[in-house]
């Protein structure tokens, strides 16, 4: 029989031993995550090169930020709260928010539709931030909900359609018709935002992709190539489009043609009629071609590279943007390619869209191919008349449609930025702060706002994170 000490002594050692394991145990355990971690965040995966190319900020340009207060992170973070957390719209951001007035009978309206640009830009937002979970989300919400059958993006989407069921009340106003919430047609598969996602996605792949990644970048390459100039362009849907905010019925009901255009404002024919009454007035007129902006050139220039057999598409893709080109009097850029020829401008006032053109500019730009009258137009605006207007007239150059036009402002700087000016940034930047909220009880502290009729406030998602994208 064992004595009591060699039994106590047993034990110990038993003890000893259990110890030992369970750290063994959880060393391994550490071990295992760590080496989940690392295959996760793509640490032993080989990247391929997808030649992105940068453009840093002068300290001239950064001390301009910095002297004018515009603050970044606040920026980023009040845009996202007004559209996105308050309207429990997660993951989708809206595309416009009007501030309350000072009285309840003038309450907050929101706009009821998300633009796909908008989501994409807030995708590459998080890209830059670092914010992986959130960018994941919003990719997986784009593929599952915003894409037509071929995969491109959707232009846009009415928010009861994107299953949200914790959905805020909408807020509306009985003193204006407020026909946000009145139905668009069916939204156009949007190229430019599709664009615009496949170079989100090569900024992904840079930062935390692997294989799969690479895969889903190919194939939307292939679309994008594929597609070409079959892609089809309804002439409605540059009349009726979501983001503006509406006052009349008309702004955001699907316009007859008829009222806008003659026969010669395109080079097309009414599509043949397939209903009778309410139904054949919204038949649309409609181009098969190739819109010049929605053509990121630079993602385009990425994805080729690692799917070469469509470098020569891509070549001809430039050539075809590069001569959209009006004239040397007004170095804008026509809306579309279409059947070997330009067509400039839809309806019959014969404007010429201001923002399409600034995004022409800026694709050149970004590949080195910016035409500099266009780049000379543009900065003669800026220094000499102070303000950027939605269009222009083709025939006489002067102002088309007396609204400024925010979104164009970030446009410039990131033009400005590419070419390493360091003037018209800084005086563009000036123009900008005419619409930076500064007083701290404004639910749009920090952001950019437009004015709207009344004397109403509104932030829109666009400019606010095309800046958070610019900003460093």
Aim: charge should be negative; aromatic fraction near 10%.
């Amino acid at each position: 029989m064992p004595s009591l000490t060699s039994v106590k002594y047993s034990n110990k050692k038993i003890m000893k031993i259990v110890k030992i394991s369970l750290a063994a145990l959880a060393a391994a355990a550490l071990i295992g995550v760590g080496i989940y971690l690392l295959i996760h965040n793509g640490v032993f995966y080989k990247k391929v090169d997808t030649d992105k190319k940068t453009y840093a900020f002068s300290e001239q340009m950064r001390a301009v930020i910095t002297e004018n207060g515009i603050q970044q992170g606040y920026m980023f973070t009040r845009t996202s709260k007004l559209m996105m957390e308050d309207r429990l719209t997660d993951p989708w951001i809206l595309s416009w928010y009007v501030i309350p007035g000072t009285t309840r009978s003038v309450p907050a309206m929101e706009s009821a539709y998300v633009d796909a640009m908008d989501q994409v830009l807030l995708l590459r937002s998080y890209i830059k931030e670092g914010k992986r979970s959130q960018a994941e989300a919003l990719i997986r919400a784009i593929d599952s909900t915003l894409t037509d059958g071929s995969g491109l993006l959707l232009q846009y989407k009415h928010v009861d359609d994107l299953g949200l069921p914790d959905r805020k009340a909408e807020e509306r106003s009985d003193l204006y018709e407020d026909p946000a919430y009145l139905r668009m047609p069916d939204a156009p598969a949007s190229m430019a935002a599709t664009t615009e996602y496949l170079g989100a996605l090569l900024d992904y792949y840079d930062k935390w992709g692997k294989a799969d990644t690479l895969d889903k970048i190919r194939d939307l390459t292939a679309k994008v190539m594929e597609a070409g100039e079959g892609k089809s362009y309804r002439v409605a849907d540059q009349l009726a489009r979501p983001t503006p905010i509406p006052v009349t019925e008309k702004t955001l009901v699907t316009p007859d043609p008829s009222d806008y255009l003659d026969e010669d404002d395109v080079n097309t024919k009414p599509q043949e009629e397939s209903g009778k009454g309410e139904e054949a007035d919204l038949q649309l007129l409609s181009l098969t071609g190739m819109e010049l902006s929605s053509m990121n050139l630079d993602a385009l220039r990425r994805g080729v590279a690692l799917v070469p057999k469509y470098q020569d598409r891509y070549d001809e893709i430039v050539s075809i943007v590069k001569g959209g080109k009006i004239s040397e009097a007004l170095p804008l850029y026509a809306w579309i390619y279409a059947d070997g020829g330009y067509v400039y401008y839809v309806g019959s006032d014969a404007n010429v869209d201001l923002v399409s053109s600034l995004y022409v500019m800026v694709h050149l730009a970004e590949i080195g191919q910016l035409d500099q009258d266009a780049y000379a137009w543009v900065a003669e605006q800026i220094y000499n008349v102070g303000f950027l207007y939605e269009s222009y007239n083709i025939m006489s150059g002067l102002v088309g449609a007396d609204v400024e036009c925010m979104e164009a402002y970030p446009l410039v700087l990131r033009l400005a930025q590419i070419q390493g000016d360091d003037g018209l940034f800084s005086a563009t930047v000036n123009v900008m702060m005419r619409h930076y909220a500064t007083l701290s009880t404004s639910p749009a502290l920090y952001t950019f706002y437009r004015d709207v009729k009344d004397s109403r406030v509104a932030v829109y998602a666009r400019e606010n994170l095309l800046m958070e994208l610019l900003l460093e």
